[in-house]
């Protein structure tokens, strides 16, 4: 598999003093990689300098690209516009707080050279306090009993996925997502790198 163009699907919502050092972060990560990429940052209605700061950079950079949503949609609705936007042969999603490492985009490429479909990052430590993370542990547990899909236990919406499975995401037709459960059912070869 050649990766010629690599999307970075990004939803963004008031994240003014994160956008310039995610920036830079994922164009190191793209001459890392040497490959080209597109970046599509999906303002969801943000209130803050967060749509001013994008322009300028979308100004000086023809990598970078703007969805801006009509109003704020919430972070998942913010991916799906997203990555229907994004023409890639390889799209990773990431937060723009950083939680994510952008620099993880790196392992989760050569996993895709290797042939899977999806790449997932699975969290090794969250932000939150302890009942925080005790509530999400026992919701994707019990989430894991109930639904019908197999969901891998500690995974976000970080990933990078094939256009092949973009293609499939993009034309479903839910109208409030849960994508990281959609990318399960979807099925493929995934993978999680921690
Ligand atoms: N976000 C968004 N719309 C919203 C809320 C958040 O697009 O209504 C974005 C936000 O800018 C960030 C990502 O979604 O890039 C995750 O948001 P946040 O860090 O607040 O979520 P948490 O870390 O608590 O899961
Ligand atoms: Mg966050």
Known sequence: RELKLLSVVIPICNEKDNISELYARLIKIGKELSVKLEMVFVNDGSSDSSMAMLKELGASDKQVKIVDLSRNFGHQMAIRAGIEFASGDAVAIMDADLQDPPEVVVDMVAKWKEGYHVVYAIRKTRKEGVLLRFLY??????????????????????????????????????????????????????????
């Open 137 to 194: 542990a026992t919701f994707y547990r019990l989430l894991k009993i109930m639904a019908n899909t197999d969901m891998p236990l500690d995974a976000g919406d970080f990933c990078l996925m094939d256009k092949s499975i973009v293609k499939i995401l993009s034309s479903m037709p839910e109208s409030d997502p849960f994508m990281r459960g959609l990318r399960s059912w979807v099925g493929y070869d995934q993978i999680g790198v921690e």
